[in-house]
């Protein structure tokens, strides 16, 4: 069974940071990834990085900002969110997903509870 838990999200001011993690189960990151997607009220669901055993992705409004990485013997993948900024306030969500350059477009099973992310002063 494949299992993700999302944690580290809370309140920051703008231009603070976070560390988000996700701790998973019941799958590698041989031939698939592990993407962060973020919703904020009132908007669509986004994706913001992904990570697999071969590449990154990240997307333009995050780029040079978030850092995606991985603990393969702790089941970790992390996303480092420095500069943080009131737009980047969002549910922040874990999935399973494929490794390409389009790895947004395709998940695998059920979302999580996410956890949430606040940026304001």
């Known amino acids: 069974q494949v299992q993700l838990v999302e944690s580290g999200g809370g309140l920051v001011q703008p231009g603070g940071s976070l560390r988000l993690s996700c701790v998973y189960s019941?799958?590698?990151?041989?031939?698939?990834?592990i993407g962060w997607f973020r919703q904020a009220p009132g908007k669509e669901r986004e994706g913001v990085s992904c990570i697999s055993s071969y590449s990154t992705y990240y997307a333009d409004s995050v780029k040079g900002r978030f850092t995606i990485s991985r603990d393969n013997r702790k089941n970790t993948v992390y996303l480092q969110m420095n500069n943080l900024k009131p737009e980047d306030t969002a549910v922040y969500y874990c999935r399973r997903t494929y490794g390409g350059s389009k790895w947004y477009s395709v998940g695998f099973g059920s979302w999580g509870q996410g956890t949430q992310v606040t940026v304001s002063s």
């Open positions: 019941g799958f590698t990151l041989d031939y698939r990834g």
